[in-house]
């Protein structure tokens, strides 16, 4: 087998997370009886209901999944969830011992919450997998366009539910409360705190050019320039996208209103951007 596209970077990556995630889960959720997301979560489940390993069960649970993922997925892909996979797996026997000592609610939430989101978006940022859910999840967005976000979330509360029937409402409202702190420590990992805003000015044909000109001299921020037409005038239009920071917005909408007080602009947020420019996830070469 040759070895040299392995991306070593990544595979870093998801040795620091798997190592994060099994220290929540031995660490905060076990002595505390949390469940967590996806096949970990299920894990969780049976081995507070029956005494099981951890470590095993999630080797165990994801065999059917990923014989099913080798039908439908692209090999790399899987290749890197089986290694995110082992790598949890086995940190998770590693740490079995591992308690961090916490005896108030607020702390426990917290810390689990934290500590499993800052794995869960290691692994993420690199473009990792532990396998399990995200596994099912791709292989029905591939094949039935429903969202992947949408089939995790299911998921999840189908956990909650077991969690409520089996341990009762007071520990699914804490696990519930950790998956939550979890996935925003995940998203702010994943894509930090400087989300960037996404512009469309519709402009005329007089105009377009200066204000363009405006945003590449005085923003340093690249400009598309896309022709356009009014539906109900009929007049040719330019529309100008460009992605900048929230900072810049003010300054942009000052630029536009001076080139063109009657433009037309909308303002989005966007949560990451990948390409070359100041503050964007630069693309591979």
Same mark, same amino acid.
């Given at each position: 087998?040759?070895?040299?596209?392995?991306?070593?970077?990544?595979?870093?990556?998801?040795?620091?997370?798997?190592?994060?995630?099994?220290?929540?889960?031995?660490?905060?959720?076990?002595?505390?009886?949390?469940?967590?997301?996806?096949?970990?979560?299920?894990?969780?489940?049976?081995?507070?209901?029956?005494?099981?390993?951890?470590?095993?069960?999630?080797?165990?649970?994801?065999? !059917?999944?990923?014989?099913?993922?080798?039908?439908?997925?692209?090999?790399?892909?899987?290749?890197?969830?089986?290694?995110?996979?082992?790598?949890?797996?086995?940190?998770?026997?590693?740490?079995?011992?591992?308690?961090? !000592?916490?005896?108030?609610?607020?702390?426990?939430?917290?810390?689990?919450?934290?500590?499993?989101?800052?794995?869960?978006?290691?692994?993420?940022?690199?473009?990792?997998?532990?396998?399990?859910?995200?596994?099912?999840?791709?292989?029905?967005?591939?094949?039935?366009?429903?969202?992947?976000?949408?089939?995790?979330?299911?998921?999840?509360?189908?956990?909650?539910?077991?969690?409520?029937?089996?341990?009762?409402?007071?520990?699914?409202?804490?696990?519930?409360?950790?998956?939550?702190?979890?996935?925003?420590?995940?998203?702010?990992?994943?894509?930090?705190?400087?989300?960037?805003?996404?512009?469309?000015?519709?402009?005329?044909?007089?105009?377009?050019?200066?204000?363009?000109?405006?945003?590449?001299?005085?923003?340093?921020?690249?400009?598309?320039?896309?022709?356009?037409?009014?539906?109900?005038?009929?007049?040719?239009?330019?529309?100008?996208?460009?992605?900048?920071?929230?900072?810049?917005?003010?300054?942009?909408?000052?630029?536009?209103?001076?080139?063109?007080?009657?433009?037309?602009?909308?303002?989005?947020?966007?949560?990451?951007?990948?390409?070359?420019?100041?503050?964007?996830?630069?693309? !591979?070469?």
């Amino acid at each position: 087998m040759n070895f040299q596209w392995l991306d070593m970077k990544r595979i870093f990556s998801m040795f620091i997370g798997t190592l994060l995630l099994a220290v929540a889960t031995n660490g905060v959720l076990v002595p505390s009886k949390l469940l967590s997301g996806g096949i970990s979560g299920i894990s969780l489940l049976i081995h507070f209901l029956l005494d099981f390993k951890v470590s095993l069960l999630v080797l165990l649970l994801n065999i !059917p999944i990923f014989l099913l993922g080798l039908l439908f997925l692209r090999k790399t892909y899987l290749f890197y969830s089986l290694l995110g996979m082992l790598m949890l797996s086995f940190w998770l026997e590693v740490t079995t011992t591992l308690v961090i !000592p916490t005896g108030n609610i607020l702390t426990i939430v917290l810390v689990g919450g934290v500590i499993h989101g800052l794995g869960s978006g290691i692994i993420f940022r690199a473009d990792g997998s532990t396998g399990g859910t995200d596994i099912l999840a791709k292989i029905v967005n591939k094949y039935f366009s429903i969202n992947m976000a949408t089939i995790l979330f299911s998921l999840n509360l189908l956990i909650i539910i077991l969690s409520i029937y089996f341990f009762g409402l007071d520990i699914a409202v804490l696990t519930l409360t950790t998956m939550f702190i979890s996935s925003q420590v995940t998203n702010f990992v994943v894509d930090g705190i400087n989300h960037k805003r996404t512009l469309f000015i519709i402009t005329n044909a007089q105009n377009y050019q200066s204000i363009s000109d405006a945003i590449i001299r005085e923003i340093h921020r690249g400009v598309t320039v896309i022709p356009a037409m009014g539906a109900y005038t009929q007049e040719a239009k330019y529309i100008l996208y460009t992605t900048i920071s929230i900072r810049e917005v003010a300054k942009v909408k000052q630029i536009t209103l001076k080139y063109d007080p009657k433009a037309f602009m909308t303002v989005s947020e966007t949560s990451q951007v990948v390409g070359n420019g100041r503050g964007f996830i630069h693309s !591979p070469k």
